[in-house]
């Protein structure tokens, strides 16, 4: 085997976990945190549970609600020049990506200045970020775990990875008794999120043993679990996404993703869109291009996916990918672009393209992908 790394956070998992957060934060050394949620997570009561702990350990804190789904630039800068004005120290973040992906923007500038796009891309981080302790309400999204960060840059109108060891938080809470304050529609994408974290690790150019059976094991528990959580909010069920959300976590962070998530995040900046509605449009057209450079894996997905080998490498490699569009027919969400997005600005989609091949998540993209492959895939799901 290859010399591989494989970077973690601490994660502490369970219900009620969510209690120890100022424990965590102080044993960090936090005199004053920098907080950051948003509107929703305010509503919910979860921020104000969290507030509640922090005090009782005697934490202060600067509250910083100044995000949007899909983070923009200017919330990120916003909020590291309120860290700089209040001599914060920790950052703690509580909710889905988006304030965990601006708790990170903020953490980068304001350790090492400038302007978040200047990071865009792998390694641009120079110096240590501050303590990090993240607090995920969905199962899906990863940012708890992940070495990435996802910022809109707003003039560009796209999605910018940045991705770097450094944005790996000290500690990932994981409590799903949060996810039964959550509606049928955050499940579900969170979960589709999870989902195309994990196929897509898999398939990476550098996926390793350490990732690939936790991409393996996520795409198990989420076709096992997610019909039942949605249903019943079923707590065991729901503990269940979550343990497959942070095995999805685990495996992109370390191996990466591809070009469903390249072309994703083109299109998520541009339209304004989450990655759980894009993902069913995207995900099994995207298979079907990268079918030819591995064979092997897509049928050891097609395996979990139908309880089994259905004929030859081949044919259970098409079947699993025929029936990861049954599942995601079966759920209500979107399948078809058009469905999403207005057919005048379908001419856009040659533009979006060739920036999205440009994105750095292309690069581990288990075989090339140009642009005008892009645009036949968008063309094939419109």
């Keep these: 085997m290859e010399i591989t790394k494989f970077a973690v956070p601490e994660i502490i998992f369970g219900r009620g976990s969510l209690n120890y957060a100022g424990l965590c934060a102080r044993r960090l050394g936090a005199k004053k945190l920098f907080l950051v949620s948003d509107e929703g997570i305010e509503n919910a009561g979860w921020l104000q549970r969290l507030m509640d702990i922090l005090e009782k350990e005697g934490i202060e804190w600067v509250y910083y609600p100044g995000v949007t789904s899909n983070p923009r630039d200017y919330q990120v800068e916003q909020g590291a020049e309120l860290y700089r004005k209040n001599g914060t120290d920790v950052i ?46 969905t199962a899906g999204s990863g940012s708890d775990i992940s070495q990435f960060c996802i910022i809109t840059d707003v003039e560009r109108e796209v999605k910018m990875s940045i991705i770097t060891r450094t944005l790996v ?62 249903e019943t909010r079923s707590l065991d069920a729901l503990e269940q996404l979550s343990s497959a959300a942070v095995s999805a976590s685990m495996a992109f962070s370390n191996a990466g993703l591809g070009a469903e998530h390249a072309l994703a995040h083109s299109l998520g900046g541009y339209f304004d869109m989450s990655h759980g509605v894009i ?31 259905k004929g030859s490498d081949l044919d259970t490699a098409i079947g699993g990918i025929d029936k990861l569009d049954e599942f995601f027919a079966s759920l ?30 292309n690069l581990t993209n288990p075989g090339p992908a140009s642009w005008r492959d892009f645009l036949k895939i968008c063309e094939e799901v419109w």
């Design 279 to 309: 993902h069913p449009i995207l995900l099994t057209e995207v298979m079907r291009f990268n079918l030819k450079y591995n064979i092997q894996k897509m049928a050891d997905i097609g395996r979990i996916v139908m309880g089994g080998q």
């Design 169 to 230: 938080p000290n500690i990932s809470i994981v409590d799903p008794l949060i996810l039964r304050t959550k509606s049928e529609t955050l499940i579900v994408q969170s979960a589709v999120d999870a989902l195309a974290h994990a196929i897509e690790a898999y398939l990476s150019r550098i996926a390793s043993p350490f990732t690939e059976m936790h991409s393996l094991k996520a795409v198990e528990l989420i076709f096992k679990n997610l019909h039942h959580a949605v």
């Design 332 to 361: 209500n969400v979107s399948q078809r672009m058009r469905e999403i997005i207005d057919e005048d600005k379908k001419q856009d989609m040659e533009a979006l393209c060739k920036m999205a091949v440009n994105d750095a998540c």
């Design 92 to 137: 703690i973040a509580i909710g889905g990506g988006s304030p965990m992906d601006t708790a990170k923007g903020i953490a980068i500038l304001a350790s090492n200045g400038g302007r978040i796009r200047d990071y865009e891309g792998a390694n641009k981080v120079e110096r240590p970020l501050p303590p990090m302790v993240f607090i995920t309400t």
